[in-house]
Structure formats: C-alpha cells, structure tokens
C-alpha cells in the first residue's frame, strides 16, 4: 500500500472514531435548540420561500416545485432555495419572478479547511434512512441552521423529510412552517416515520399529494395541527396532441426501481407478441440503464423496445405515442401521468401506492391493474393496442380529467392556505 492510500485510511479511520464518539453529543447539542421554535402564532407576510433539496437537479419534486413557485410569483414574494448544488445549469427552466439561491455551491471543489473536514463528517441532522442523506454532511447541517435561523417572518415551505424536520426544529418564532410530502406516509423507512411522528406536530401545516396519504396522516399522526391535500400542478406541453393511431407505447421516469422499467419489459415481451410494428420507447436515465438494455436483448426486444434517453422535449414525445404506461412500484403523486393524459393518450398503470387511483378512473380514463401484475398490465397494453377506438375514448376522457390539476386552480388551492391565517399553535 502506498503511503499516499495509507494516510486516506488513517484519516478515514480516525473520522469515522470521530463520529462515532460525536455524533451522540452532536445530536443532543442540536435538537435540544427546537425550543428556539416558541409556541406563538407565525407573523403576517407575503415572503414565501420554498428549500429544496437541489433546485438545480432532476426529479418530479424539483419540477414540480419550481412550476408552484412559479404560480405564485405574481401574488407573493417568492424564492426557491437548494440546500446543495452540483450542476452549472439547472436541468429545469427557473420560473420568471422567482428568486433561486442555493446554500452548498459543489460546482467548483470546496476550499478553505473547515469546509473540507465537515464535509467528509456525516450529517446529524438527516434520518439514516433518508435517500438525500449521503449528500449531505455536518457542513450542510450547519449551512442550513445558519439559514433556518436567518429568516424573519414569512412563509417556509420545506419538501422532503429531513428539510421539514428541519423546519420543525430550528425555524424562528414568526416563521409559517409547511411542511410537504411528495412521496407517501407509508414508503418512509422506520427511523424516518419515527422522527415524523415526533417532530411533525411542530410544523404549522402538513400538505399531501393524495387524498390517500392524507388520511394515512390523519390516522397515524393525530398530533400534526392542520393538514391539507394540494396536488402538483401540471403546465401545458409542448407539441400537438397524441396521434391515438401512432403504434407507440411511451414511458418516462428515473431509470431506477421505483419505477419498475424491469416489469414494463416483462409485461412487453408478452404484450408485443403477435403484435408486429408497435415500439415501446422509454425516455429517462438512471443507474438501472446497462441493467434494463442488457434486460431488453435477453428477451428478444432490441427491434421493438429502445431506451431513448433524457428528452427536453417531453411533450413532443408524447405527442407521437398513442398509449402511455405507468409501472412504477410506488409514487407519490406521478406527474409525468398527468402529462400523458393532458395529450390525450391512453394510459394502462399498476395501482400502486399513491397516486394512480387519485388520478384515473379504471376504465372511464384509463385502465387501472393490480401493483406488480405483470400478466394483466400486458393484458391491458394488448388490449390498447388492439383497440384505437378504446384509445380514442380513453384519452378524451383523460383530457377532461386532468384539467384539476391546471397551474391556476393548483395556484388558487396554495393560496387559501397561504392566506388563511394559520392555526394557534399553544
């Protein structure tokens, strides 16, 4: 071993005793200053900030996010704040009259002593069982104490467990904290249901993308003082509406196992037998690429199905399918579904935890299987390939459907509460 690798070693060894020592005291040192969060009503104001975890990166919750503040920028004083970011450009449009900041800047490599030794320590302030965690450290943690207790007055709104937490905790006296779910209750690890169960009660408002998930947080957490249910909202797409005589079958998401892409193949390799000239195309990247393209060869599907990627043109994508297929294992509330049905196309979606079945109606907007089903999701895209009139039907009715969950009826909904008064919290 070189001496070089032996010093890394030594380091890492000594950091891990460290923590391993520290991370107890810390902890108590830390959350022990929630009582700085007085028990008096938040202060008036039209200051809304939204933190997320990284405004500039990828996923539904920053997309969705950023199109909420977007909104809201033509009533409040609104700002989007990342706690970390990694890229020179956002992979989203920032929205016009929206302040976006962020706290860790990892564009260029960290300087300066303190920054690079409390960078390699763990964070104590995310759950262990929170995916964000191996992104943060005890440097962010203090970054984003020093933010948290910065604020005076307004409107916090946080977007991920550990960012609520957070909130709950360390947020000033005069602060409105909301706190948002955009996965569901149940797809928490335990060591994050049990912070949640703790420190959520702090929080002025707890708001769902489901009804669903609502009532899991009415019925297992009594002790949160106002709940709401608001869904993400949708802005128009690019492109024309679906063509419902295009033999294509589309997909998008993460390449990675929520969304369940190693299932959609199972369920083509049946659904396009016997059914020549149809193309499944997939759109979205992820660690699962080699797995899912090594996937598609096994099974005989390199002529008939085609990983396509990341697009900036989503909507156009859309536009030149006729079926859309949902095959996540589970969701919050999944967008790129609403997207589908806003261009008219016909949608088959395993009934997984949350959000399908708040979406569609089986049968009246789209067709509804049962979670992990392969054999009737393939039953169900055979029948949709089959059938242009059942397409036809179905994606008319989805188009009725999904304008609920329009930018200005969403906007209206996030307005009454922001403008109701919030809810004593002695």
């Given at each position: 071993?070189?001496?070089?690798?032996?010093?890394?070693?030594?380091?890492?060894t000594?950091?891990?005793?460290?923590l391993?020592?520290?991370?107890?005291?810390?902890?108590?040192?830390?959350?022990?200053?929630?009582?700085?969060?007085?028990?008096?009503?938040?202060?008036?104001?039209?200051?809304?900030?939204?933190?997320?975890?990284?405004a500039?990166?990828?996923?539904?919750?920053?997309?969705?996010?950023?199109?909420?503040?977007?909104?809201?920028?033509?009533?409040?004083?609104?700002?989007?704040?990342?706690?970390?970011?990694?890229?020179?450009?956002?992979?989203?449009?920032?929205?016009?009259?929206v302040?976006?900041?962020?706290l860790?800047?990892?564009?260029?490599?960290?300087?300066?002593?303190?920054?690079?030794?409390?960078?390699?320590?763990?964070?104590?302030?995310?759950?262990r069982?929170?995916?964000?965690?191996?992104?943060?450290?005890?440097?962010?943690?203090?970054?984003?104490?020093?933010?948290?207790?910065?604020l005076?007055?307004?409107?916090?709104?946080t977007?991920?467990?550990?960012?609520?937490?957070?909130?709950?905790?360390?947020?000033?006296?005069g602060?409105?904290?909301?706190?948002?779910?955009?996965?569901?209750?149940?797809?928490?690890r335990?060591?994050?249901?049990?912070r949640?169960?703790r420190?959520?009660?702090?929080?002025d408002?707890?708001?769902?993308?489901?009804?669903?998930?609502?009532?899991?947080?009415e019925?297992?957490?009594?002790?949160?003082?106002?709940?709401?249910?608001?869904?993400?909202?949708?802005?128009?797409?690019?492109?024309?509406?679906?063509d419902?005589?295009?033999?294509?079958?589309?997909?998008?998401?993460?390449?990675?196992?929520?969304?369940?892409?190693?299932?959609?193949?199972?369920?083509?390799?049946?659904?396009?037998?016997?059914?020549?000239?149809?193309?499944?195309?997939?759109?979205?990247?992820?660690?699962?690429?080699?797995?899912?393209?090594?996937?598609?060869a096994?099974?005989?599907?390199t002529?008939?199905?085609?990983?396509?990627?990341?697009?900036?043109?989503?909507?156009?994508?859309?536009?030149?399918?006729?079926?859309?297929?949902?095959?996540?294992?589970?969701?919050?509330m999944?967008?790129?579904?609403?997207e589908?049905?806003?261009?008219?196309?016909a949608?088959?979606?395993?009934?997984?935890?949350?959000?399908?079945?708040?979406?569609?109606?089986?049968?009246?907007?789209g067709?509804?299987?049962?979670?992990?089903?392969?054999?009737a999701?393939?039953s169900?895209?055979g029948?949709?390939?089959?059938?242009?009139d059942?397409?036809?039907?179905?994606?008319?009715?989805?188009?009725?459907?999904?304008?609920?969950?329009?930018?200005?009826?969403?906007?209206?909904?996030?307005?009454?509460?922001?403008?109701?008064?919030?809810?004593?919290?002695?």
């Amino acid at each position: 071993m070189s001496i070089r690798k032996w010093r890394r070693l030594v380091l890492r060894t000594l950091l891990r005793a460290l923590l391993a020592v520290a991370e107890p005291a810390l902890r108590a040192l830390l959350w022990p200053a929630n009582l700085w969060r007085a028990r008096r009503a938040p202060e008036p104001s039209r200051r809304v900030v939204f933190l997320v975890q990284h405004a500039y990166g990828q996923g539904g919750t920053i997309r969705t996010v950023l199109n909420c503040a977007g909104s809201l920028a033509d009533r409040y004083d609104v700002a989007v704040v990342g706690l970390v970011r990694t890229r020179r450009t956002p992979a989203f449009p920032l929205p016009d009259g929206v302040a976006v900041s962020c706290l860790d800047d990892r564009v260029e490599p960290p300087s300066g002593l303190v920054r690079k030794v409390l960078s390699r320590v763990p964070s104590v302030l995310v759950p262990r069982g929170e995916a964000s965690r191996k992104h943060c450290s005890l440097w962010t943690d203090l970054l984003l104490l020093r933010f948290l207790r910065s604020l005076r007055g307004g409107v916090l709104i946080t977007t991920r467990p550990s960012l609520n937490l957070a909130a709950a905790a360390f947020a000033p006296p005069g602060v409105r904290t909301i706190g948002q779910e955009h996965m569901n209750l149940g797809r928490h690890r335990a060591d994050v249901r049990a912070r949640i169960a703790r420190r959520y009660g702090r929080l002025d408002t707890v708001v769902t993308l489901t009804p669903t998930d609502l009532a899991s947080y009415e019925r297992e957490l009594p002790q949160v003082r106002e709940l709401r249910c608001i869904p993400n909202a949708v802005p128009p797409l690019d492109g024309p509406p679906a063509d419902p005589h295009a033999k294509v079958v589309v997909a998008a998401g993460r390449l990675v196992p929520q969304k369940g892409f190693d299932l959609l193949l199972a369920a083509w390799e049946r659904a396009a037998d016997g059914r020549p000239g149809w193309e499944l195309r997939v759109f979205g990247a992820g660690r699962l690429e080699d797995a899912l393209r090594a996937d598609i060869a096994a099974r005989g599907l390199t002529g008939s199905a085609f990983l396509m990627g990341r697009t900036a043109a989503m909507g156009e994508e859309l536009a030149r399918a006729s079926v859309y297929a949902l095959s996540s294992r589970f969701e919050g509330m999944p967008l790129v579904l609403i997207e589908a049905m806003s261009k008219g196309l016909a949608v088959v979606a395993f009934d997984c935890p949350t959000g399908p079945r708040e979406v569609m109606t089986d049968g009246d907007d789209g067709l509804l299987v049962p979670a992990k089903d392969v054999a009737a999701f393939a039953s169900a895209l055979g029948r949709l390939m089959d059938d242009a009139d059942l397409r036809i039907r179905l994606g008319r009715r989805a188009v009725e459907t999904v304008t609920r969950y329009a930018p200005s009826i969403v906007a209206d909904q996030w307005a009454a509460l922001l403008d109701d008064q919030p809810r004593s919290s002695s």
